[in-house]
């Protein structure tokens, strides 16, 4: 398919790897040819790179599948997933990102597959942490500024309002 048909958030394959279309800017410089800029992330390990091309090369198109995943447990650096249908799946820690950061029970993943693989997650853009660490705000505190950082319960480390206390639900 021709470049100038794809749109953000299209699958790419370039070089034999799979690449997010995160944001395309079309150019043209005086009596020069068109120009398409794509800003592009690597699904395997969170590489963004720019890439220019010609509106009129062909790229290849890929058919991604998105399905509701579960989380079970991790191990090491290693994160397991189930589907509906009971098929495991795994991912490390080096193709999550930071979004291994954020998983926890009962949270509803989406799943990206590509033939049948799962190559990456999203997670909800709202989901609910306990706060299980947070320094007291002392007074003057809002002198510098009016955050703090906080450890949620899946171990990643937040900026958080001063008012957050340990053992609170933050979204």
Do not use: Q
Request: cysteine-free.
């Amino acid at each position: 398919m021709k470049a100038k048909y794809f749109k953000v958030g299209d699958f790419v394959k370039i070089n034999g790897e799979i690449w997010r279309i995160l944001k395309i800017v079309h150019t043209h410089k005086g009596r020069g040819k068109a120009e398409m800029e794509l800003h592009l992330k690597n699904l395997k390990n969170n590489n963004f790179i720019t890439k220019i091309i010609n509106p009129e090369e062909d790229l290849e198109e890929l058919e991604i599948e998105k399905r509701p995943i579960k989380f079970l447990y991790s191990k090491k650096d290693k994160f397991y997933f189930v589907d509906e249908n009971n098929k495991k799946y795994e991912m490390s820690i080096e193709e999550l990102g930071d979004k291994s950061k954020f998983i926890k029970k009962d949270l509803d993943i989406t799943g990206i597959f590509y033939e049948n693989n799962l190559i990456n997650i999203e997670l909800p853009i709202k989901a609910v942490y306990k706060v299980i660490y947070a320094p007291p705000g002392l007074k003057g505190d809002s002198e510098k500024s009016n955050y703090k950082i906080v450890t949620i319960e899946t171990g990643a480390e937040i900026s958080v309002p001063l008012f957050i206390k340990e053992g609170e639900l933050i979204v």
